[in-house]
């Protein structure tokens, strides 16, 4: 995947830090397979230049990506994608949990997706 196809935008209205937006709109990225194992996402100096933001923001959601284990980051070699595709797979299978778990203690479509929204 070529580095500009990777979309992340700073929301001024969001409250939260700008690192977890950052961080947020790339795990989504990599769940919805727009990047996969092996890919490089862009240098942090180069994304923090396009969004506008400090260098240490990107770096900070960078690493939290890489303590998730969602990518590898290089000295020299820049941040690589691990597990893209496992990564959907296994959010599918937390999801197909939460909704037997849910089922199970007698939970309704709306409820779940209640909980789910608070999450968000």
Request: net charge neutral.
């Given at each position: 995947?070529?580095?500009?196809?990777?979309?992340?935008?700073?929301?001024?209205?969001?409250?939260r830090?700008?690192?977890?937006?950052?961080?947020?709109?790339?795990?989504?990225?990599?769940?919805?397979?727009?990047?996969?194992?092996?890919?490089?996402?862009?240098?942090?100096?180069?994304?923090?230049?396009?969004?506008?933001?400090?260098?240490?923001?990107?770096?900070?959601?960078?690493?939290?990506?890489?303590?998730?284990?969602?990518?590898?980051?290089r000295?020299?070699?820049?941040?690589?994608?691990?597990?893209?595709?496992?990564?959907?797979?296994?959010?599918?299978?937390?999801?197909?949990?939460?909704?037997?778990?849910?089922?199970?203690?007698?939970?309704?479509?709306?409820?779940?997706?209640?909980?789910?929204?608070?999450?968000?």
């Amino acid at each position: 995947m070529a580095r500009g196809d990777i979309l992340v935008r700073i929301d001024e209205a969001d409250a939260r830090p700008l690192y977890v937006q950052i961080a947020d709109q790339l795990r989504g990225t990599i769940a919805r397979g727009q990047v996969g194992d092996g890919d490089r996402l862009p240098p942090a100096r180069e994304l923090a230049g396009m969004l506008k933001v400090n260098l240490h923001t990107v770096l900070r959601a960078y690493g939290e990506l890489r303590d998730e284990g969602l990518v590898e980051m290089r000295r020299g070699r820049g941040v690589t994608v691990l597990g893209g595709a496992s990564t959907r797979t296994a959010l599918a299978q937390t999801a197909a949990r939460l909704v037997s778990d849910a089922r199970g203690m007698g939970l309704d479509r709306r409820e779940v997706l209640a909980l789910v929204e608070e999450q968000l």
